[in-house]
């Protein structure tokens, strides 16, 4: 019953210190900034503080106050991470409108607010590509629509929308390839 006044806090915290590393490696808890450590040290401190030793040992008591602090601790890092990842994500597609390209992950030129009125230049585009290479092209460039868009107006997959960018992307990569190669013999 006197084993609250009998030991300082120093003593017992010498004593019990490695609950706090046995918490936290239970818990799988990565602690680079020491910020879990210290929240385990102040639990037992507090659990020093109020323990009653009527109700029980006081290191079952460490026990029981150490884990449940950690664990409200780690619940509440990992929502505030959670939050932070959604704001980044809104953030990026604010930027790139969602669109990214291939591999590197470069954000898609927005064609928005850009109007080209020669109609000759359209007639040759239109002329190296399927129809629904151009219906990406008239949707998604001139037009300004979302794959969404375009994918619930002509009654198909995103990745069908897609797919039709990507080949109008190729063949007009190789169009260009050629059209140096005319202009710039080497």
Not at 50 to 61: F, H, Q, S
């Amino acid at each position: 019953m006197t084993e609250k006044v009998s030991m300082t806090f120093e003593e017992i915290f010498e004593q019990n210190e490695k609950r706090i590393h046995y918490h936290m490696l239970k818990l799988g808890i990565n602690d680079p900034h020491r910020e879990f450590y210290v929240e385990g040290l102040y639990a037992m401190w507090m659990a020093y503080k109020k323990y009653d030793p009527d109700k029980g040992p006081l290191a079952t008591y460490f026990n029981y106050t150490i884990r449940n602090r950690l664990i409200d601790m780690l619940r509440t890092k990992t929502r505030e991470d959670n939050n932070e990842q959604k704001v980044n994500q809104k953030e990026v597609c604010e930027v790139d409108n969602g669109n990214s390209c291939g591999t590197t992950k470069l954000p898609i030129f927005d064609p928005n607010g850009i109007t080209i009125k020669d109609n000759t230049f359209w007639e040759s585009v239109k002329s190296k590509l399927s129809e629904n290479q151009w219906k990406w092209v008239q949707f998604f460039i001139i037009e300004g629509m979302s794959m969404q868009e375009i994918a619930q107006q002509e009654g198909v997959s995103i990745d069908a929308v897609k797919s039709w960018g990507r080949e109008v992307r190729k063949k007009l990569k190789d169009e260009g390839k050629q059209l140096e190669c005319l202009y710039n013999p080497s």
